[in-house]
């Protein structure tokens, strides 16, 4: 197994340090609460006891309602419920005549845990019910793993026999959801079509996904005619595959033959892709692959601007992750050694930021980004899985989200660099490149609201290599008020890192209940130094802090 989030020993000589200026008064556009959006393969951990613990936490952190996306919402049970990759409900089945039973407990268990936590579905129709499936047999899967991931793809992948049939099931289903959640929630819900069906997750053809959205689409309106319907949910755009499929899909919508209605086009209220980076192992040093993630999404916002009748709409990247396999741990996928520490969690920051950047480029409306990493019952402490949590306790990438839950209002311009220069990485250099040369990418994303500031500032590099402290000059302008309080959150090897304080331990995998209590409470967001005070002359300030290789740093002003 390859080491820890903090790897080899690089310590440069005459580290300079970087000024970054911050104008709040330079305002770029609003500070949309993207990061506010969750997902995960396996339903069924929803209402699980540390399932619904990661829920309640997600939604306490963020002061706007949490999205949440699940696949195999309508997957017929066959075994156990709950397994890596897997989920069911039996919402769907037939009887000896084939008449339709529906079920809709176990759904409304997912999605009563969302609502009582003021959190909403990003209501996800899939997959195919046993009854309906072309190829029903074999239907369930036990993937684990280090197994060949295709064997993930059996019955539930397949179209419907009977177009007609998946139409009433999906009218039925909304139908149900506003006489349960009354019409106004459910207005505010997003229905989506599948997931990344221009690979083995639809093993029909691309034409049958059409024909299958325009049913859906259909049905979806005529139940509620004011719901949210979008996709496709494709893989991501910078594979030209992927983006042939985005495209036709996009085509279709606008100019082609209903399949359902007869008509011209069909109803899309949002446009849904996927973005992953790729990291990978290099004599024994994690190498995170942050451009192949953003070229994802700079492909994906270029198609969508190219379409003038459709570049309004709001864009939901459905996945937005460093790479493609949340259960797949660490254990058997080595490149994945990442997502215990703070390379996840810078990474996290510096990509986040990014995303804004490209949307303005592109001028496109960006509504969400989905983090695809929730929590696995019942597994090993730090296993390795791309998740927010183990066993209940929070990993140190959920506290970079809890600093953006401190941030709102208006993003503001960040400028600057080491003796006031150009910061090392560019948007443009990163999509060429990546953040692989000798500097490091420190660098910031500032926001202003009616009485706070804040400024969240990283120390990232693709290289898993932990080397000196950076010293960091923040100048901010443009301050209201004479005197602002200072709140510096960190999350870096020893602050907010349940992680470094599991190592501590000597790693156990049965901790006590007073190391547990040790660990949730090293899971948490931190101060690294008390509140502040501090003096603003002509508008202006001055900060000044050392940043630790993988740190994330948050500056809170308030007045």
Known sequence: MVGTAYGQDVTPDNQESVHIKIDFSNEIGAMQPAWAWWGYDEPNYTYMKDGKKLLSEIADLSPVPVYVRAHSLLVTDEGPRAALKWGSTNAYTEDSDGNPIYDWTVIDQIFDTYIERGMKPMA????????????????????????DYNDIYTGWSYPPKDYDKWAELVFQWVTHSVERYGQEEVESWYWELWNEPNI??????????????????????????????????????GWDKAAEFLTTFLDHVTSG?????????????FITFHAKGSPKLIEGVVQMGISSQLNDIDSGFEIVASYPNLKHLPIIIGESDPEGCAACSEEDYPHYAYRNGTMYSSYTAASFARKYELADRHGVNFLGAVTWGFEFEDQKWFAGFRDM???????????????????????VSVSGGKNHGTLAYGLDSILKSSVRGEAQDINAFASIDKNTAAAMVWNYHDDDKEIAMAPVTISFESIPG????????????????????????????????????????????????SPKWIKVEDGKAQVEFELPSQGVSLVRLSW
């Open 482 to 529: 004479d005197k602002v309080l200072m709140h510096h959150y960190r999350v870096d090897k020893n602050h907010s890192n349940s992680y470094q304080a599991w190592k501590d331990m000597g790693s156990p995998q049965n901790p006590t209940q007073k190391q547990i209590a040790e660990l949730e409470e090293a899971g948490q967001l931190q101060l690294i130094t």
């Open 124 to 147: 996800q129709i899939g997959f195919m019910p046993k009854a309906l499936s072309t190829q029903p047999e074999p239907y369930r899967h036990y993937w684990k793993p280090g197994a």
């Open 200 to 237: 083995g997750y639809w093993r029909g053809t691309t034409e049958e996904y059409i024909k299958l959205y325009d049913y859906t689409a259909d049905a979806v309106k005529r139940a509620l005619p004011t719901a949210k319907i979008g996709g496709p949910e494709t893989t991501g755009p």
């Open 257 to 269: 033959k209903n399949y359902a209605t007869g008509k011209t086009g069909s109803p899309l209220d």
């Open 389 to 411: 949590a183990t066993n209940g306790v929070d990993k140190p990438v959920l506290n970079v989200f809890r600093m953006f839950g401190l941030m709102g209002g208006q993003r």
